[in-house]
């Protein structure tokens, strides 16, 4: 029997609530398939900034380094500066650990409606693999000359060869995996420097993965062809700022942001990896109850995943497909549903 140590860290506004919902999900499989799983949570995030000046504590790190893996419920406050935000919980997690894969998976499940027409359940399935510790998000930078006319902000992307590299083959890993295509967005006809290196990179790893079919495709190109091709598209790969913006759009084709789940990960054993939904926090709908937990819950899954808990993972995302394929379950307001957070969760509860 294995037992596996999960750090915990709730966050701000929804985070709470699907934290808490997904956690009996959790529970469940995990009793199921014989494993047991134990949560240590942490009162990190925003509001820990507005009392004492800091999103975590110093030792942040070192404390979360001890736990097999991390679950985020989400960060945000209206008070606090998005920035703020990122940089204090988000990106020093991401970078100190070295997970430089997020993986985003978006499908359109039977029973869901997406906004665009003619696609139903299993149409659109794709995932975006999305460079996560350097590229635009790399803290290189400052402001100078503050208050004065001539003020100057300068923000400097990093692209590493190791570290666009190790994402591109990642990617072209998941495409022998899956349908064997891969699609690699830059914007290199006006960025002649960091996206050409990123072309290139491409180029030469895609040498050794001759089976793969590559498409490169401009970001403006493709924003565009996920609303008007979405079932075209099996892998994609991108930079840290690309990956973010396309992938909020692939939650949206494929029917809420409630169902984004994504992971922050870590391939090998030095470090933990963490998952969490995509929604963020969701301020406007804080207390009501009716936050979808689903994407916690389909989080959840790929942490089992990585962990290697194959059938914990199928088990918890199949429950979700199997309800959001029963017109008569239980649903919350952004999937047309006029129910809450615990009586969707009550209902996966059964169905595991």
């Known amino acids: 029997m294995s037992d ?12 709470p609530a699907v934290t808490s919902a997904s956690e009996e999900t959790v529970a469940a499989v995990a009793d199921r398939f014989g494993f047991s799983v134990e949560t240590t949570a942490f009162d990190w995030g925003t509001e820990r900034y507005l009392d004492r000046g800091a999103m975590m504590p110093d030792d942040g790190l070192d404390r979360l380094a001890e736990f097999d893996a991390v679950f985020l419920g989400a960060v945000g406050h209206p008070d606090v500066p998005d920035h703020v935000t990122l940089h204090g919980l988000l ?7 070295d997970q430089y894969i997020c993986k985003r998976p978006n499908v359109l499940f039977d029973g869901i409606e997406s906004p665009l027409r003619g696609y139903e359940g299993g149409d659109i399935d794709f995932v975006v693999y999305r460079e996560n510790t350097e590229g635009e998000y790399a803290d290189i930078g400052g402001r100078e000359h503050a208050g004065f006319d001539h003020e100057t902000a300068v923000q400097s992307a ?25 699609t690699s967005v830059t914007k290199s006809n006006a960025q002649a420097h960091s996206m050409v290196f990123w072309d290139d990179v491409v180029a030469e790893v895609g040498e050794e993965y001759p089976e793969v079919s590559v498409e490169r495709i401009l970001v403006d190109a493709a924003a565009m062809d996920l609303i008007r091709r979405p079932d075209e598209f099996d892998v994609l790969v991108a930079s840290n700022l690309f990956g973010d913006v396309l992938t909020d759009v692939g939650a949206q084709v494929t029917g809420s942001m409630g169902l984004a789940p994504s992971g922050n990960i870590h391939p090998g054993e030095a470090y933990p990896s963490m998952f969490e939904p995509v929604h963020g926090s969701a301020p406007d709908i804080v207390g009501e109850g009716v936050a979808n937990p689903l ?14 808990e194959d059938d914990a993972a199928a088990a918890l995302w199949n429950a ?27 209902d996966l509860r059964d169905r595991l």
Do not use: H, N
């Open 158 to 182: 990093l692209f590493t060869w190791r570290g666009t590299e190790r994402i591109v083959r990642a990617a072209f890993e998941a495409a022998t995996e899956r349908a064997g295509t891969l």
């Open 4 to 15: 596996y140590s999960i750090a915990v860290i709730p966050g701000d506004g929804i985070g």
């Open 320 to 346: 979700v497909a199997d309800q959001l394929a029963d017109a008569s379950a239980p649903r919350t307001p952004d999937l047309g549903g006029d129910a809450g957070t615990e009586a969707v969760v009550a």
């Open 295 to 308: 994407a916690a819950v389909l989080s959840w899954s790929m942490l089992f995943e990585d962990l290697g």
């Open 91 to 97: 990106l020093p997690i991401r970078k100190g650990f």
